[in-house]
């Protein structure tokens, strides 16, 4: 055996000869096959996919013969081989690796076609733990992984929708080195979303063992928690309680998803602004914003339904402090609209049972009316015990909230999506170079304004800066108006290139920008309604890239 170089600067198509195949969903998978047989591809697979792609007339190598080496441990091992992943990770625009391939006797693959276990669906059917942890895949994002690094020379495909692409780039010339950077982008992400779910689902597992113990034990021995994230996805971060001191941090949940970075920040303005007042109040909060605060000397209920009032459009998805028990009256209230945190000193009778209704809302219960300024002690002054990592002030940005301390690792573009080559165009035509240099210093630009925040750029410089918004349309109105009245009266935003700092949860924010006469935008992406935000873009022929990659700045 020989191995060349197919790929040359690797700027080349990349004829497809070798495929490795292993899914867990089979959807397509019998037609992938015999287009990829029928173009003249070798397939190695595993298991119950070897068996499939046989049973459909088409011949198939199983890896265990690659490998010389049995599938074990109840399926646990039977990828993980140098044969496999040297296959994989060879780049083959190195002479280097290509003599390793040919004294090793490894025959590289060119395509790589793995989906993982179902494990967000395990979990949802109500497994058991051990059932859980048996659904966590472990060779197969170690395959998409190698083969999304190694893009250069390797194609990956985790989508069965992208099936019909796969068969015809077979049957062609192949991919060439964008298609495989698209590729190798949607694999990093799906590989992503992977872990999180597992580290959300193993995080909840331990919350609710901890929840078992005792609330003196749980002071005691959990005094630092590890949270999902920070203000983005690609910042790590944790709080650190200050045992017996009360407030936001020391909040008791009584319903809902744990609580986020984001999360106890708003949590922690609405606590705030909520206890201000000496009267009956509730604060709405968005962005660390308020978006209404209203109080009343009849009831908490009618507090609650003259802050909603303020601004109900922004309240959707807004968190809600109040300094009173909230009663049922103000639940059914609340139960109307879509609310992520709601948190007071008491609740009435039935108020929770109301609110519980709404499956993912987090209710939290305050025992410590103290703000932060009472609380910006140090541990040691509180309890006498514990001292908080002040020596990670270096490394970590902070935050104090009431009883305790947020800490979260800087956002300095350290996330794949920073960079403009991992982009995905989702609509319109792709940009030419001076187009795509706006867009990116857009994009490093609106990391240092406020959430919510939209930028407008032209040669590099801003024209139009919306920041701190409640709701984006408000952000992307400002920077529009921004643009076009501070510049001697010349309609800047018209022919402007613009970015979002976090995706468009509906079409009407890109289209405030689209009606201006923006021409290309970039934004993270990722939410429920992309559709639609895509759709607006295409109708108005305007290039739209996703980075995969926000970045919050409350």
């Known amino acids: 055996m020989t191995v060349e170089n197919t790929q040359g600067s690797g700027t080349q198509q ?87 391939l040919n004294e090793l006797g490894i025959a590289p693959f060119d395509l790589v076609v793995v989906n993982l276990y179902p494990f967000e669906e395990t979990v949802a059917s109500g497994a058991n733990v051990q059932e859980c942890i048996e659904k966590i895949d472990i060779g197969g994002p170690a395959m998409v992984r190698a083969a999304a690094k190694n893009h250069d020379s390797v194609a990956v495909v985790v989508d069965p929708a992208n099936y019909d692409v796969v068969q015809r780039a077979a049957a062609g010339a192949g991919f060439s080195l964008e298609e495989r950077r698209q590729l190798a982008l949607e694999a990093f992400t799906h590989t992503s979303k992977y872990d999180l779910a597992v580290s959300s689902w193993m995080l909840a597992e331990l919350v609710a063992e901890a929840e078992e113990k005792s609330e003196s034990e749980l002071a005691q021995d959990v005094p630092t928690t590890q949270l999902r994230y920070g203000e983005n996805p690609h910042q790590a971060a944790y709080l650190e309680r200050i045992p017996g001191a009360g407030g936001v941090a020391n909040a008791k949940q009584l319903h809902g998803k744990e609580m986020s970075f984001n999360n106890y920040q708003d949590a922690e303005a609405a606590w705030r602004a909520a206890h201000d007042h000496q009267r009956a109040c509730v604060a709405i909060i968005k962005h660390a914003n308020p978006c209404g605060i209203a109080v009343s000397d009849e009831s908490i209920a009618q507090a609650h339904s003259r802050a909603h009032a303020c601004d109900p459009v922004s309240a959707f998805g807004g968190v809600i402090a109040t300094n009173r028990p909230v009663s049922v009256e103000m639940a059914h209230q609340v139960a109307e609209v879509f609310t992520e945190v709601i948190l007071a000193p008491g609740y009435e009778d039935g108020a929770v049972e109301v609110l519980q209704r709404k499956k993912n809302i987090r209710i939290l219960q305050v025992e410590d009316a103290s703000l932060v300024d009472d609380s910006q002690q140090t541990a040691s002054d509180a309890s006498g015990e514990q001292q908080l990592s002040a020596d990670n002030a270096g490394s970590w940005d902070s935050k104090v909230i009431s009883g305790g301390v947020l800490f979260q690792e800087p956002d300095r573009y350290q996330a794949d999506g920073d960079q403009a080559e991992n982009w995905k165009l989702v609509a319109g035509a792709a940009v030419d170079d001076e187009v795509l240099a706006d867009l990116e210093f857009a994009w490093r630009a609106v990391r240092s304004v406020k959430s919510n925040a939209i930028v407008l750029s032209r040669e590099s410089a801003t024209v139009g800066v919306g920041m701190g918004q409640v709701n984006r349309v408000d952000s992307a109105r400002l920077a529009v108006e921004r643009a076009n009245t501070l510049g001697d009266d010349e309609q800047r935003a018209n022919g402007s290139v613009a970015a979002s700092d976090a995706f468009f949860p509906f079409a009407d924010g890109l289209e405030v920008l689209l009606d201006a006469g923006v021409k290309a935008v970039v934004s993270p992406g990722g939410s429920i309604r992309d559709e639609e935000v895509i759709a607006a873009a295409e109708k108005a022929g305007v290039a739209l890239y996703f980075t995969g990659t926000r970045h919050f700045f409350h």
């Open 14 to 100: 990349t004829k497809i000869t070798r495929a490795l195949i292993s899914v867990y969903d089979k959807t397509g998978l019998e037609d992938l096959a015999r287009g990829l047989a029928k173009a003249g591809v070798e397939i190695v697979s595993t298991g119950s996919t070897a068996k499939v792609i046989a049973d459909a007339g088409v011949e198939v190598t199983p890896v265990e013969n690659v490998t010389e080496f049995p599938e074990c441990f109840d399926g646990r091992v039977k990828t993980l081989h140098p044969r496999v992943h040297g296959g994989i990770l060879a780049d083959r625009t190195k002479q280097k690796h290509r003599d390793q």
